[in-house]
């Protein structure tokens, strides 16, 4: 299958230890930020032992849409789309879809919250963004 990275000049950045499972096709938007450490997965086996046996696997596709941030050591598994402009916390294992301008984490990944005004204001917690970046463009 093929990895399909937004186009080539879209800005997608990845830190060290990226694993891609790529039996299923994975495509990732522009300006997505990856952290270290992170998996993406497309592939699984069955639950069933006598079908592991024949090394029976199947594939989905993971769709991570544009300007998205992975923290570290972020999992996500197979059939899963992430909407755009989302950010996913350290160390979540992403099972399901997660919607676009939300921040999720956890294990299983869930919704914490919406992007919102607070986000215009302040980069982390309640540190604000100073000029000259604290105007929306």
Not at 18 to 47: A, S, W, Y
Not at 78 to 98: E, F, R, Y
Request: proline share 7%.
């Amino acid at each position: 299958y093929e990895i399909v990275i937004g186009d080539w000049s879209s800005d997608v950045c990845s830190s060290d230890l990226l694993t891609l499972v790529d039996d299923g096709e994975v495509r990732i938007g522009e300006h997505t930020m990856i952290g270290p450490n992170c998996t993406i997965v497309t592939t699984g086996h069955p639950i069933r032992p006598d079908l592991r046996e024949k090394v029976t696997q199947y594939s989905m596709p993971v769709v991570i849409g544009r300007n998205v941030w992975l923290g570290a050591n972020v999992t996500v598994l197979p059939g899963v789309t992430i909407g755009d402009n989302s950010v996913i916390g350290a160390c979540s294992l992403v099972i399901k879809d997660i919607p676009a301008n939300v921040v999720a984490f956890g294990q299983p990944c869930k919704v914490y919250r919406e992007i919102g005004e607070h986000d215009d204001v302040y980069y982390w917690r309640d540190r604000m963004i100073n000029p000259p970046y604290d105007q929306k463009q």
